[in-house]
Nanobody, 124 residues
């Protein structure tokens, strides 16, 4: 069993930076790819970034490429999302997830475990 717990959300000004964390309890996640998704009110959940099991490859949505960095520390069973040059947005919930299959990193259907999310609001 895997439990994922996100943290680090809050309120930040546009242009600022923030780092989200996703800590896993239970089964170690070192052998799994991990991803970050986000969901704004009234919108579908969207892919943000992913990292392969070894950390050697990272993948990003075009909307965050160059501004966000995903990383992992398997010794701490934790995945991070470093965000910079944040753009104004309402209350967006960021979720981390553990990928259970070898399919498309962008598809949330390929992720089997999800955290409860952490909310980020970027003010103008």
């Amino acid at each position: 069993q895997v439990q994922l717990v996100e943290s680090g959300g809050g309120l930040v000004q546009a242009g600022g930076s923030l780092r989200l964390s996703c800590a896993s309890t239970g089964r170690p996640v070192s052998n799994y790819a991990m991803g970050w998704f986000r969901q704004a009110p009234g919108k579908e959940r969207e892919y943000v970034a992913a990292i392969n099991w070894s950390g050697s490859n990272t993948y990003y949505a075009d909307s965050v490429k160059g501004r966000f960095t995903i990383s992992r520390d398997d010794a701490k069973n934790t995945v991070y999302l470093q965000m910079s040059t944040l753009k104004p947005a309402g209350a967006v919930v960021y979720y981390c997830a553990l990928k259970m299959s070898s399919g498309n990193y962008r598809s949330d259907h390929d992720y089997g475990y999800w955290g409860q999310g952490t909310q980020l609001t970027v003010s103008t």
